[in-house]
């Protein structure tokens, strides 16, 4: 089974610009979650969608925002990039049809450098 | 979730068992261990996670103390491989809420494996 894959991998943008992630839950999976990961404040949680609809949010400021289609398929959103928005930001996926198991699965990643 | 202490690094020869303690004096009777490692630059990889029970699997095992409030991870024959940063988190089990979705990440233990 294949797993989390999330796209681009690297992605460099200029302040004020916005950005968007996408990821590709692990087949059969209905929960997606998003988290930053910065040298200085580690990995935080950003928020996390299941059917469509965000039911945990991390404390981040309104310019980052998601979204999840009918497949589990998410994006992510930033908007007015500012220096701080670089980051390795990660999707996980959990909660396969089948069964309650929650266990989150992370993908690869998506390296963001704001210049 | 309760707050959960682990070295900042531990060495550990090839071959050797490598074990990783972590201590969560304050977890709740529903709240699981869990186990993640990050290769550098890497989306964090699920080990194992038990809530009261020794837990096996192909990667690794989970030794909970009676009184759960500390656990150890085990990498039997560590190899270089295993050079990561591990983390420890606590969390309750499903809740399909979603209260329970967001992963909660210290600063880990740096296992640095060597020849």
């Known amino acids: 089974k294949a797993g989390v894959t999330q796209t681009p991998r690297y992605l460099i943008k200029t302040r004020g610009q916005q950005v968007t992630l996408s990821c590709s839950p692990i087949?059969?999976?209905?929960?997606v979650s998003w988290y930053q990961q910065t040298p200085g404040q580690g990995l935080q949680f950003l928020f996390e969608?299941?059917?469509?609809?965000?039911?945990n949010k991390g404390n981040f400021p309104g310019r980052f925002s998601g979204r999840q289609f009918s497949n589990s398929r998410s994006e992510m959103n930033v908007s007015t990039l500012e220096l701080g928005d670089s980051a390795l930001y990660l999707c996980?996926?959990?909660?396969?049809?089948?069964?309650?198991?929650?266990?989150?699965?992370f993908g690869p990643g998506t390296r963001l450098t704001v210049l | 979730d309760a707050k959960t202490t682990q070295p900042t690094s531990m060495d550990c020869a090839e071959g050797r068992a490598a074990n990783l303690p972590c201590n969560h004096s304050t977890i709740s009777g529903n709240e699981y261990v869990y186990w993640y490692r990050q290769i550098h630059s890497q989306g964090p990889q699920y080990i194992i996670h038990?809530?009261?029970n020794n837990e096996t699997n192909e990667m690794a095992s989970l030794i909970i103390t009676e009184d759960r409030k500390s656990s150890t991870l085990i990498l039997p024959h560590a190899t270089l491989r295993d050079t990561a940063v591990y983390y420890c988190?606590?969390?309750?089990?499903?809740?399909?809420?979603?209260?329970?979705?967001?992963?909660?990440f210290g600063t880990g233990t740096r296992l640095q494996v060597t020849l």
């Open positions: 988190i606590v969390r309750v089990a499903n809740d399909l809420t979603g209260t329970a979705s967001k992963l909660t």
């Open positions: 996980a996926s959990s909660l396969p049809r089948d069964s309650p198991t929650d266990t989150q699965y």
């Open positions: 087949s059969g999976h209905r929960s």
């Open positions: 969608y299941f059917s469509e609809t965000q039911r």
């Open positions: 038990g809530l009261k």
